[in-house]
């Protein structure tokens, strides 16, 4: 597979240093687990119904704290189904996933492990495999967005080490995800509309936010044809060929959105089948405990005493906006709350980074952003476009990863951006690398750890050979900085700082049923 390349040593060390960051996170949350007692968190925490055996205690000790919050609706997704209303808003496609391995590949454990310790270490040992092939995903696309080897290294290896790494590794859909992305946005860049397409619907089939997704394929023809457009305006008989180009563009366009929100609209309508359809005697079926929770907590089950949810009458019936609304408060500035000044400084640094990145792009390319970048470029007026961030590509990235964060800062639980743009989004590592490549310089000589020098032309950041990313801790340049702490700039203190603060809290706090991110 492309993706495991031996011709490149460069991604041989992404994907070293990502599998030898998820074992040290496996490690680390296993002993803050046993460390720090669990908080009696108000949380959607369903009763076990079987006896656990001896391993199924071990495997709880060892990889428990991978399956609080959000990951108990997943994990009760893949034993039980969608049998709680609330459960809707989240995706079929991780669980699913994660049932198939736990009956397929792990099914050889079934007389040590019940069935949810199964399902458990199915979600981490899928997420492990994801998280590894999502960094080396990330690479991949740098290298062709960028142009830049040594920034795509960099942003690919911070991905490592993300804000968001304890939801990488827990039984969440974020890794899941980002591979998928990743993976779709690399292959659209190549020119693989097909694939690109298979996979960015297979994502939206795991997470919500995958819709806008989209938008790559809506630019990516824009652009075609705006720039065919450019080549052919000065021709009258050119105008027949572009009618064919539109129609062709425009159908090819159509058919990859609806493949991208196929998923979604299938998985409303299985909901609206299942809580809005007739009674099929659901309740006889499932085991006394868990009524008992849905009576107690106010769950809404499938046909529940025949009465239908209220969102079932609707013109547009969709189960997830209901579920935001009804369950979690989601809506326009409902979160803006004096209350809620903790989770906006969780929020905080996130926000700064994604809006310095917006801003950054906007000054150093004003013109292109002001024309969408559907004009073409004029050899004569511009000389060698640029490469890294700031280079023509990364436009719909920048805007990409601009509408999350704006949506997600006025819309949704603001906590969340940190997971949410660091699953969905290049950007927030391309920008990472960037500054620290700008304004690092310990990054900008080819010596020693402890040899500086002037900050390199862009000559030499293309011109970066591929060799000096064999392992060791003079090629990773995170590993790099990270042992020279005390030398490093206070900008490359407060990025990695940032990184490493969330990557060991998230750790200490989410696998303990502490709010986090």
Avoid at 200 to 209: E, I, K, P, Q, T
Wanted: charge should be positive; hydrophobic fraction near 50%.
């Amino acid at each position: 597979m492309e993706l495991v390349s031996r011709q490149d040593p460069c991604l041989r060390e992404v994907v070293w240093f990502a599998v030898c960051c998820r074992a040290l996170t496996l490690l680390l949350q296993a002993l803050f687990n046993l460390l720090i007692p669990d908080h009696a968190a108000d949380a959607f925490c369903p009763p076990r119904l079987s006896e656990p055996g001896l391993w199924d205690l071990l495997l709880e000790r060892l990889l428990g704290g991978l399956a609080h919050w959000d990951a108990e609706h997943f994990l009760f997704i893949a034993e039980r189904g969608y049998l709680y209303e609330h459960n809707c808003a989240f995706f079929p496609l991780y669980p699913l996933s994660v049932r198939a391995m736990a009956e397929g590949a792990l099914w050889p454990l079934q007389r040590l492990l019940r069935l949810r310790s199964r399902l458990l270490l199915s979600a981490v040992l899928l997420n492990s495999l994801f998280s590894v092939l999502a960094a080396a995903a990330l690479y991949k696309l740098g290298c062709v967005v960028l142009q830049c080897r040594r920034v795509a290294f960099l942003a690919a290896v911070l991905f490592s080490i993300s804000p968001a790494n304890v939801f990488m590794a827990a039984a969440y859909s974020e890794s899941m995800f980002a591979f998928l992305a990743f993976s779709a946005m690399w292959q659209l860049e190549k020119g693989q509309s097909w694939l690109s397409g298979l996979l960015f619907s297979l994502a939206s089939g795991v997470r919500a936010n995958g819709l806008i997704n989209a938008g790559f394929f809506l630019y990516s023809r824009s652009k075609f044809f705006a720039f065919q457009l450019q080549v052919g305006s000065g021709s009258v008989r050119k105008l027949p060929l572009l009618g064919k180009q539109l129609l062709s563009m425009t159908s090819s366009a159509v058919l990859m959105c609806a493949g991208i929100f196929l998923p979604f609209a299938l998985f409303q309508y299985y909901a609206y089948l299942r809580f809005c359809g007739p009674g099929t005697g659901l309740e006889q079926a499932v085991p006394k405990p868990l009524l008992q929770l849905a009576l107690e907590k106010g769950y809404r089950l499938a046909a529940m005493n025949g009465v239908k949810p209220p969102w079932c009458s609707q013109r547009f019936p969709m189960v997830y906006s209901y579920i935001q609304d009804a369950y979690w408060n989601v809506g326009f500035l409902r979160y803006f709350e004096l209350r809620q000044i903790p989770n906006f400084l969780l929020a905080l640094p996130v926000t700064l980074l994604g809006s310095w990145a917006a801003w950054t792009y906007v000054i150093a390319n004003p013109r292109h952003c002001i024309t969408l970048g559907l004009e073409g470029r004029k050899s004569e007026e511009e000389g060698k476009p640029r490469a890294g961030f700031c280079c023509p590509a990364v436009f719909v990235y920048v805007v990409h990863a601009t509408a999350l964060l704006v949506f997600g800062f006025f819309c949704v639980h603001v906590q969340v951006l940190t997971r949410f743009l660091g699953s969905s989004s290049p950007i927030l590592y391309w920008f990472s690398a960037h500054l620290l490549q700008e304004h690092e310089p310990l990054l900008w000589s080819e010596g020693t750890d402890n040899q500086t020098t002037a900050p390199r032309s862009e000559k030499s950041l293309l011109g970066k050979s591929p060799g000096s990313c064999g392992k060791g801790t003079s090629g990773n340049p995170v590993v790099r900085l990270l042992l020279n702490c005390r030398l490093i700039t206070p900008l490359s203190k407060c990025i990695l700082g940032f990184f490493v603060s969330y990557w060991l809290l998230g750790l200490i706090l989410h696998c303990n049923f502490l709010p986090w991110t």
